[in-house]
Protein backbone atom coordinates (compact mmCIF):
# COMPACT_ATOMS: atom_id res chain seq x y z
CA UNK A 1 0.00 0.00 0.00
CA UNK A 2 1.67 3.62 -0.99
CA UNK A 3 1.61 6.64 0.85
CA UNK A 4 -1.00 7.73 -2.12
CA UNK A 5 -3.70 4.93 -1.19
CA UNK A 6 -3.77 5.84 2.60
CA UNK A 7 -7.73 6.11 4.21
CA UNK A 8 -8.57 9.57 3.19
CA UNK A 9 -5.66 11.14 1.78
CA UNK A 10 -7.03 10.72 -1.80
CA UNK A 11 -9.28 14.00 -1.07
CA UNK A 12 -5.85 16.00 -0.71
CA UNK A 13 -4.00 14.47 -4.00
CA UNK A 14 -7.39 15.23 -5.83
CA UNK A 15 -7.66 18.69 -4.89
CA UNK A 16 -3.52 19.07 -5.71
CA UNK A 17 -4.33 17.46 -8.90
CA UNK A 18 -7.60 19.98 -9.81
CA UNK A 19 -5.42 22.98 -8.76
CA UNK A 20 -2.51 21.72 -10.82
CA UNK A 21 -5.43 21.21 -13.68
CA UNK A 22 -6.98 24.99 -12.83
CA UNK A 23 -3.86 26.63 -13.38
CA UNK A 24 -2.56 24.93 -16.57
CA UNK A 25 -6.03 25.50 -18.03
CA UNK A 26 -5.46 29.24 -16.96
CA UNK A 27 -2.72 29.19 -20.49
CA UNK A 28 -4.00 29.29 -24.17
CA UNK A 29 -2.73 26.81 -26.95
CA UNK A 30 0.94 28.62 -26.27
CA UNK A 31 1.61 28.57 -22.77
CA UNK A 32 0.82 32.43 -22.50
CA UNK A 33 -1.93 33.17 -19.58
CA UNK A 34 -5.25 34.11 -21.68
CA UNK A 35 -6.35 37.75 -21.77
CA UNK A 36 -8.77 39.04 -18.93
CA UNK A 37 -8.06 36.79 -16.52
CA UNK A 38 -8.64 37.83 -13.03
CA UNK A 39 -8.32 36.41 -9.68
CA UNK A 40 -12.23 35.50 -9.16
CA UNK A 41 -11.39 33.56 -12.49
CA UNK A 42 -8.64 31.82 -11.20
CA UNK A 43 -10.39 30.97 -7.64
CA UNK A 44 -13.77 29.74 -10.14
CA UNK A 45 -11.43 27.70 -12.41
CA UNK A 46 -9.46 25.92 -9.63
CA UNK A 47 -12.90 25.23 -7.64
CA UNK A 48 -14.49 23.64 -11.03
CA UNK A 49 -11.48 22.27 -11.99
CA UNK A 50 -11.39 20.18 -8.38
CA UNK A 51 -14.86 19.27 -8.76
CA UNK A 52 -14.24 17.85 -12.06
CA UNK A 53 -11.05 16.12 -10.81
CA UNK A 54 -13.02 14.64 -7.83
CA UNK A 55 -16.53 13.37 -9.67
CA UNK A 56 -14.07 11.89 -12.37
CA UNK A 57 -11.83 10.40 -9.73
CA UNK A 58 -14.92 8.56 -8.10
CA UNK A 59 -16.46 7.78 -11.38
CA UNK A 60 -13.26 5.81 -12.64
CA UNK A 61 -12.21 4.30 -9.37
CA UNK A 62 -15.53 2.87 -9.02
CA UNK A 63 -14.93 1.13 -12.24
CA UNK A 64 -10.86 0.32 -12.27
CA UNK A 65 -10.34 0.72 -8.37
CA UNK A 66 -6.40 2.16 -9.11
CA UNK A 67 -6.15 5.25 -7.06
CA UNK A 68 -2.94 6.19 -9.45
CA UNK A 69 -4.66 5.58 -13.13
CA UNK A 70 -8.10 7.57 -11.34
CA UNK A 71 -6.11 10.55 -10.15
CA UNK A 72 -4.68 10.75 -13.44
CA UNK A 73 -7.77 10.41 -15.61
CA UNK A 74 -9.24 12.70 -12.87
CA UNK A 75 -5.93 15.44 -13.87
CA UNK A 76 -6.57 15.18 -17.66
CA UNK A 77 -10.63 16.44 -17.19
CA UNK A 78 -9.21 19.14 -14.95
CA UNK A 79 -6.84 20.16 -17.25
CA UNK A 80 -9.71 20.36 -20.09
CA UNK A 81 -12.13 22.44 -17.76
CA UNK A 82 -15.06 22.77 -17.93
CA UNK A 83 -15.51 24.28 -21.02
CA UNK A 84 -14.65 21.36 -22.89
CA UNK A 85 -16.62 19.34 -20.46
CA UNK A 86 -19.62 21.51 -21.48
CA UNK A 87 -18.92 21.21 -24.81
CA UNK A 88 -19.04 17.59 -25.09
CA UNK A 89 -22.08 17.36 -23.15
CA UNK A 90 -24.09 19.68 -25.25
CA UNK A 91 -22.73 17.43 -28.72
CA UNK A 92 -23.96 14.28 -27.28
CA UNK A 93 -27.34 16.30 -26.54
CA UNK A 94 -27.59 17.49 -29.64
CA UNK A 95 -26.75 14.26 -31.58
CA UNK A 96 -29.25 12.58 -29.45
CA UNK A 97 -32.04 14.74 -30.32
CA UNK A 98 -31.03 15.02 -33.79
CA UNK A 99 -31.84 11.29 -33.87
CA UNK A 100 -34.89 11.81 -32.33
CA UNK A 101 -36.18 14.31 -35.20
CA UNK A 102 -35.99 16.99 -33.00
CA UNK A 103 -34.31 20.42 -33.55
CA UNK A 104 -30.66 21.41 -31.18
CA UNK A 105 -31.68 24.97 -31.66
CA UNK A 106 -29.79 27.82 -33.35
CA UNK A 107 -28.23 29.29 -30.20
CA UNK A 108 -25.66 26.28 -29.85
CA UNK A 109 -24.38 27.28 -33.18
CA UNK A 110 -22.57 30.32 -32.51
CA UNK A 111 -20.48 32.02 -29.50
CA UNK A 112 -21.68 34.52 -27.68
CA UNK A 113 -18.96 38.00 -27.58
CA UNK A 114 -18.31 37.11 -24.12
CA UNK A 115 -16.91 33.42 -25.21
CA UNK A 116 -14.79 35.09 -27.77
CA UNK A 117 -12.96 37.34 -25.50
CA UNK A 118 -11.95 35.04 -23.51
CA UNK A 119 -10.44 32.99 -25.90
Known amino acids: MSFIDKE ?12 IGAVL ?33 EIVFFISHATPFSLAIGGIIAFMGGDW ?7 AANKKIESLGGDSGSYTKSESEYEEELK
Request: positive net charge.
Open 8 to 19: YWYIFWVMVVGL
Open 85 to 91: VRRKIDK
Open 25 to 57: GLLDENGRPRKNRTKKAFFAAAATSAFLCWATY
